[in-house]
């Protein structure tokens, strides 16, 4: 049975859906910046990312920011959306892990598991 | 917060998310007077008088991820650790203002951080809002508006590398040449 509690769901869907670029054909570098993001050092990770992509010529990656994405004990979070691939989540990011995401993940499609959610995830059990 | 810097990048996320259009950012270094105010000041959609008056509450939020809310009780307690007072004023539809005084002479006064920094965060991650910076010291004052600059680079976008390095490096040395950014 329907509820009005759908609605509720399909209203922060859209919210949501407002921090996602149309443009979908390039790689997409979201930040986390709520209150915690920040406080964790979000700013510096964003930063080295710009440099970074600017350093290799990336024309087609953008890098842009969310609020919390919910996990602050694991800020900085920064998500990674390429195009027809599920969408990547790093945590506890530096400044110095940076480079490893953009080189082997966003230029050779390979993911660098061991700073990912998942693997935190493991290593916590 | 480390710094006063990543308290303005983080209030200035709540302008964001008031959907502002316009977002201005003053720090003034009044050393006369040994006090620091930074005000932040938005065209969003604003509080209505029972929002503003809970706002400084932690449990107070509009995030829907969890139940508490940091960043106006987070520089709340910054200011008055260094004997300085926050002062928010809003109204619904027309915007918010968020006033933070420091007594810069403080030994809990946070240093300024680096603004160049949170203003090239926040320009890329929403190049479509204007911002307005303004820097004054007793020397004098340091303004840089995102309009302005836009005007200067018609037809290519302000998130270019280029654009955004010139911007830090424009702030910072502005920032330096009217003798602001109190260190420690």
């Known amino acids: ?125 | 917060m480390r710094d006063i810097s990543l308290h303005i990048l983080d209030i200035a996320q709540n302008s964001i998310a008031a959907q502002a259009t316009i977002i201005e950012i003053q720090v003034h270094e009044d050393r006369c007077n040994d006090i620091l105010t930074v005000v932040i000041s938005d065209d969003g959609k604003g509080m209505d008088g029972q929002m503003a008056k809970e706002i400084l509450d932690p449990f107070c939020t509009t995030r829907t991820t969890r139940k508490v809310g940091l960043g106006l009780p987070l520089l709340k307690a910054s200011a008055e650790r260094s004997d300085g007072y926050i002062h928010i004023d809003s109204k619904l539809g027309e915007g918010t203002t968020v006033e933070a005084t420091f007594k810069i002479s403080h030994i809990d006064r946070p240093p300024l951080g680096r603004l160049d920094e949170t203003m090239v965060s926040l320009i890329v991650c929403n190049p479509e809002i204007e911002y307005i910076y303004r820097h004054i010291t007793n020397k004098g004052e340091f303004v840089l508006d995102t309009r302005d600059i836009k005007r200067q680079i018609e037809g290519i976008s302000i998130t270019q590398p280029e654009v955004l390095k010139f911007i830090g490096e424009y702030i910072e040395d502005g920032i330096e040449k009217i003798g602001g950014g109190v260190i420690s």
Do not use: W
């Open chain 1, 1 to 125: 049975m329907k509820s009005l509690k759908e609605l509720e769901e399909i209203r922060e869907k859209t919210l949501e859906s407002v921090n996602i670029r149309t443009d979908r054909k390039s790689t997409r570098v979201v930040v986390g910046m709520g209150t915690c993001g920040i406080a964790a050092g979000a700013r510096p990770v964003l930063l080295a990312f710009l440099e970074e992509v600017n350093k290799r010529n990336l024309d087609d990656v953008t890098v842009t920011q969310t609020g919390c994405i919910g996990v602050c004990r694991l800020e900085p979070m920064v998500e990674v959306y390429t195009p027809g691939e599920e969408k990547v989540t790093y945590v506890n990011m530096t400044p110095e892990k940076v480079s490893k995401v953009v080189s082997d993940h966003i230029v050779n499609g390979q993911i660098v598991r061991e700073y990912t959610i998942g693997a935190y995830d493991e290593q916590d059990k």
